[in-house]
């Protein structure tokens, strides 16, 4: 139990569907990321958010949309994602996005688009 | 790209120490080396990091070189839960990016 819940676990969608994924961390942290992490492939930095403010963008394409409310939740909203986006999405967070402040991960959701 | 090189896979006899290497020939002065693990389909676990001097936690040890151009992660009695895939990470001070490479599969072996 590292501190940051990810919900739903597992997530089967259509390419037609809208859905999102949630995100919160129980540590006091003020930054958070959104990673992606294809089969067989490197995860991948999608998003950072420090202090509510997104920070980076590592061109993603716009069907994934991010949102943090405060510095606790992080969302990523999807909507008519293409089958090569099925994949487990990370979300991670720490105290501050410089020095070497750790970064603290949760478990996932599994994402799979027919 | 990742700018750590790591084997892809490596097996180790439960009770035993699990050495795992890691070269980061380009590593600079500024740059700490993270290593964390992540068992099948579960988030990567942070397990320690350093910038020149060893260092040990309840966890593991990690040696880094004189040179610091490679380091081995050393996890004194492998269990079966400690089969996974370990990262091993280079990351600047001041920034926050983990370039993940693909890692090497520790298998423990009963």
Request: aromatic share 10%; proline share 6%; charged share 20%.
């Amino acid at each position: 139990e590292t501190g940051v819940t990810q919900t739903p676990r597992h997530l089967v969608m259509g390419m037609t569907n809208k859905k999102s994924l949630k995100c919160e961390q129980h540590l006091g942290h003020n930054a958070m990321y959104w990673y992606k992490q294809s089969a067989k492939k490197p995860l991948e930095l999608m998003f950072v958010y420090n202090f509510k403010e997104q920070t980076e963008n590592n061109s993603v394409p716009s069907r994934f949309s991010p949102e943090c409310p405060n510095s606790s939740h992080l969302f990523l909203h999807l909507h008519t994602l293409q089958p090569e986006d099925s994949a487990l999405y990370l979300c991670a967070s720490s105290q501050d996005p410089g020095s070497q402040e750790t970064q603290y991960f949760g478990p996932g959701t599994r994402l799979l688009v027919l | 790209d990742a700018k750590t090189t790591q084997p892809p896979s490596m097996d180790c006899a439960e009770g035993r120490a699990a050495n795992l290497p890691c070269n980061h020939s380009t590593i600079s002065g500024n740059e700490y080396v993270y290593w964390y693990r992540q068992i099948h389909s579960q988030g990567p676990q942070y397990i320690i990091h350093g910038l020149k001097n060893n260092e040990t936690n309840e966890m593991a040890s990690l040696i880094i070189t004189e040179d610091r151009k490679s380091s081995t992660l050393i996890l004194p009695h492998a269990t079966l839960r400690d089969t996974a895939v370990y990262y091993c990470i280079v990351r600047g001070s001041g920034t926050y990016k983990y370039i993940f490479g693909t890692g090497t599969r520790l298998k423990v072996l009963a």
